[in-house]
């Protein structure tokens, strides 16, 4: 059974960094890029950056420059280091994996942008 368990959210202040981790479970983590998202409240949800199975990312102009994704394959795990934070980078944050026909979703983690 494929779980990602997001974690690292939190409150921080303009400027400030937090590190997001994505734990993925099952066998989908080596082969599948995994993305991450973000929702504010009356916004569209956007796509943060994506690491590709290889070492490729990608990331939303509204970030690059900022943030960086990275996967540990030992831990089945891949983080969004968040710096330079800014109030519009508040929303629920993501993980996703796309398998096949199938997409994975954690239960996303809060971030908080104060001004």
Sequence with gaps: QVQLVESGGGLVQTGGS???????????????????????????????????SGGTTHYADSVKGRFTVSRDYAKNTVYLQMNSLKPEDTAVYYCNVPSGNRNYWGQGTQVTVSS
């Design 18 to 52: 937090l590190r997001l981790s994505c734990a993925v479970s099952g066998t989908i983590f080596s082969i599948n890029p995994v993305v991450w998202y973000r929702h504010a409240p009356g916004k569209q949800r956007e796509l943060v950056a994506t690491a590709v």
